[in-house]
């Protein structure tokens, strides 16, 4: 969406100055129908956007899942749902245009605006819906304009299943040679991930404390890194007390060890 939104963002400030009396949002979604259409089929990570219509105060998109998401969506719907969260979704979308400056609280109070995404699978098949509502809007840019002193969008259960949701289907899965990621599952305190040595046995690394904190050191600069790309969601896990669990087996089975890395430890 950023990219689509670059695309024509600098026009829609210049018809904001020729139009001040228009919503903004309302301008900004009116233009995306038409990016959106001009640039179908659009590819993203989780599948191809083939059209938008813009009925009255709906903005209407759909896009066709890819073959991975496709069979997901058809075999584990309930768990893949979770995906689905119009709340985060919303987040998403008007991230580009809060940071630029182009809605005020207003625009988006006013604008009665709202969006409606269908999803399709490879063979035609419509497995899910998502609506984000004017209240979600309005909700997502306060969230955005007051930073980190809001509430989290979604409880602590929430934040389990949505990592779990969105890792746990491409397991296993090799992350670099000689090391998969064979699953992810949910604890109390968060997600638990679990990883594989393809070549090393449990008794080939000595896990001294020294070792397990230099571990953790690199865990959480992975985690800073991840967090860059979506830090609302970080911020929210870490003010539910979202605890990351990383665990190391070897080739024999057996446990190697174990890291725990509170999404708090981000921020310090």
Not at 61 to 66: G, R, S
Not at 84 to 103: C, E, N, Q, R, Y
Not at 122 to 145: C, E, Q, W, Y
């Amino acid at each position: 969406m950023k990219r689509l939104f670059l695309g024509f963002i600098g026009m829609i400030a210049m018809l904001s100055a020729a139009s001040a009396q228009e919503n903004m949002l309302r301008l900004l979604l009116t233009e995306t129908e038409k990016q959106m259409n001009a640039m179908a089929p659009m590819e993203t990570p989780m599948g191809t956007v083939t059209k938008a219509d813009l009925n009255g105060d709906v903005l209407e998109i759909d896009m066709t899942l890819n073959d991975l998401y496709s069979q997901i969506a058809q075999e584990k719907l309930e768990s893949f749902s979770v995906l689905f969260d119009s709340k985060m979704a919303a987040i998403t979308f008007l991230t580009p245009i809060v940071d630029g400056g182009f809605v005020s609280y207003e625009d988006v109070k006013s604008s009665g605006m709202s969006l409606f995404y269908r999803y399709w699978t490879t063979n035609g098949k419509m497995v899910a819906d998502m609506t984000i509502t004017p209240s979600d809007m309005l909700a997502a840019f306060v969230r955005l304009d007051s930073k980190s002193d809001a509430l989290p969008l979604n409880d602590r259960q929430f934040y389990i299943d949505y990592n779990i949701a969105s890792t746990a289907p491409f397991c296993p899965m090799e992350v670099e040679e000689g090391l998969i990621l064979s699953k992810a599952e949910a604890s109390s305190n968060g997600p638990v991930f679990v990883y594989t040595f393809t070549n090393i046995a449990s008794g080939d690394i000595d896990a001294t404390p020294e070792f397990v904190a230099e571990m953790r050191e690199v865990l959480v600069t992975d985690l800073k890194t991840l967090s860059q790309y979506n830090p609302f969601l970080y911020e929210d896990m870490a003010k539910c007390g979202i605890v990351y669990t990383y665990v190391y087996n070897g080739n024999d089975g057996k446990e190697i060890l174990r890291v725990d890395v509170p999404v708090a430890d981000v921020f310090e």
